[in-house]
């Protein structure tokens, strides 16, 4: 297992080990003990969500509020997305400022995603089976979100405009400017 900074403090990429013999391939896709001592945290996931979509869908910009707030460790099991993280940490340094990162079937790479971030991704393939773990769990009063084409934030999407595709709340959900910061 392998970690990488990003550009953003306290989010890290990770690169498993894999295992690959004539049968195909062996890897553990999560080891808390390993995780946190890689990342240097005490993180306690307590809820595993999965979604499938298809290409040009986009989910996000999405985030919990308040106690509710949720750290994320995502990864892709089938297909190829765009993960975008916004840190909206209003005494952080790059409060404001998003990275994104290829994650697919073929790199295999997480990304950990710490609480005072809003996340969203698009699928760059046919279709994508997205996997993510939670240190928090699902309140749907506190769900939160930033309209994924705020202009403050400017996220480059990858895909054209014309070929996203977006749920009527993620639609409607609040600028940049107007979100409650964590
Ligand atoms: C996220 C979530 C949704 N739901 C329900 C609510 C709703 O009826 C249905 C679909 O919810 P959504 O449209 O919000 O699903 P989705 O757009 O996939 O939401 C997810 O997006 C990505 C980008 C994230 O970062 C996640 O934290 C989560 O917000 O599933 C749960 O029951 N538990 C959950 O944990």
Redesign the pocket.
Known sequence: MKIIDMPLDGCFEIQPNLYSDERGYFMESYHQEKFNALIGADIQFV?D?E?YSTKGVL??L?FQEGKHA?A?LVRVIHGRILDVAVDIRANSSTYGHYFSTELSDTNRKQLFIPRGFA???VVLSETALFA?K?DNY?N?AS?AGILYNDPDLNIDWVLQESDLKL?E??LKLPRFKQIKHL
Do not use: A
């Open positions: 809820q969500n979604s989910r996000g999405h949720q994320k996340h969203g991704f993510y939670c699902y749907k769900e749920s709340k993620d």
